[in-house]
């Protein structure tokens, strides 16, 4: 879900995923967020993990020194007279015993104190907290080799075939079977398809099967410091990490997602998890890698973002004249144009498109292919804002459709 920019690459890591489904989802959703043991988190219980409130009386301590500790509110005093007294305190706490200042990979980052210190003054999270779990990050280098290839260029023709699989077909019908009541009730309730539901989690990861081995924390801590050319947008999403970590009551260790932070079958980016993410089973967390979560925050996640229920998707057009070259997309834009206007300019789409606004998009290559893509088809890419993306989901969509119910 890749609902930003910075996720393009996350096909790449789909070509390449050599992980095997032999794991069963519920399976997964057992490991996380539940209190299970995740690949590079410590042992022992992990749930609950109690935060500490935001610090009231916290002034501010932007590019505050490594020496300066706060202790966390309401926890037993570890020996310094500065920490301010317990308030407020009626949720339990667990003894905490941090440290002075920053330590490993990212010690000597002025950079990351900074972080911290607006972690701090902005959101009340103690700096002796933050100190303690940066100290603990190692650099993601293979996170810096994948942000840092060369956007793949690939046309359209050698794009689909990656998704449009009889693998992944296929799959998309076991876990649209194994999972009917849930998706019912995400379309009836969302207005998505569900074949778009389930191609999209087809596209992201398998349908549970490559939710990403990259530790969060510290791919995203790599990223927010050590890539300058995005290191604003993963220091944004480091922070949303953090919140999101707080909120749901975890310890940021225990996430694992793609190189680029994205997580769960849906692959939601930290902003995308904490504004779009659903409890769809009511247990009071928000987990997703359980369908029975996931599911519905895919849906949320279209129709917070221009799904129209019951609307087309993309038809493929004929075109004609000299009129729709200057018309045509090769990046999505939020359609803008009637059915009329488009064939003022030449262009015929074979066969109908329920939407009210349009677009001609190419799909470029030797021969650039032509649709006329509606709202739903914009809507796809405010997931991940590639045509060639939003047209896999819906080729891999109906292909599923069809494969379940033989047209
Ligand atoms: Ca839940």
Redesign the pocket.
């Known amino acids: 879900m890749l609902s930003s920019t910075g996720l393009e690459m996350e096909f790449m890591k789909i070509v390449h995923g050599s992980v095997q489904w032999n794991k069963s989802l519920s399976k997964l959703v057992s490991v996380v967020m539940m209190g299970g043991v995740l690949g590079g988190c410590t042992a022992g219980p992990q749930w609950p993990w109690v935060f500490n409130p935001p610090v009231a009386n916290v002034p501010s301590q932007q590019g505050l020194p490594p020496t300066v500790i706060r202790q966390p509110v309401g926890s037993p005093s570890v020996g310094s007279t500065t920490a301010p007294p317990s308030t407020n305190t009626t949720i339990p706490r667990q003894p905490v015993n941090y440290p002075a200042g920053l330590r490993g990979d990212y010690a000597s980052y002025p950079a990351l104190r900074q972080f911290i210190g607006k972690m701090n003054s902005q959101h009340g999270f103690d700096i002796a907290f933050l100190e303690q779990t940066f100290s603990g990050v190692q650099r993601d280098k293979e996170a810096l080799t994948k942000a840092g290839a060369p956007t793949e260029g690939q046309v359209w023709r050698a794009y689909r075939p990656i998704f449009l699989t009889e693998e992944r077909i296929n799959g998309g019908v076991d876990f649209w079977n194994r999972h009917a009541a849930l998706l019912d009730a995400a379309t009836r309730q969302y207005g998505v398809d569900t074949e778009y539901l389930v191609a999209i989690i087809g596209v992201e990861t398998q349908y549970g099967k490559n939710t990403g081995k990259h530790n969060t924390l510290q791919a995203l801590t790599t990223l927010g410091f050590d890539f300058p050319r995005r290191a604003s947008f993963y220091q944004k999403e480091l922070e949303q990490f953090l919140l999101l970590s707080r909120e749901e009551k975890v310890r940021p260790q225990i996430f694992n997602g793609s190189y680029a932070g994205a997580m769960g079958l849906g692959q939601f980016i930290s902003s995308s998890y904490r504004s779009y993410a659903i409890?769809?089973?009511?247990?009071g967390?928000?987990?997703l890698w359980?369908p029975?979560?996931a599911i519905p925050s895919v849906a949320n996640y279209f129709a917070k973002n221009g799904w129209k229920r019951g609307g087309g998707v993309a038809v493929p057009a004929y075109v004609s004249g000299a009129g729709y070259a200057s018309i045509a997309e090769a990046t999505p834009k939020k359609p803008s144009r009637t059915l009329g206007e488009l064939a003022a300019k030449g262009v015929r789409p074979q066969g109908a498109i329920n939407s009210a606004k349009v677009s001609l998009i190419k799909l470029e290559g030797t021969t650039d292919e032509y649709w006329v893509g509606g709202e739903n088809f914009y809507a796809i890419t405010r997931y991940n804002p590639s045509s060639k993306y939003a047209m896999a989901v819906h080729q891999l969509a109906q292909e599923i459709r069809k494969r379940k119910f033989g047209f």
Do not use: S, T, Y
């Open positions: 409890d769809g089973n009511r247990d967390k928000r987990d359980n029975q979560d």
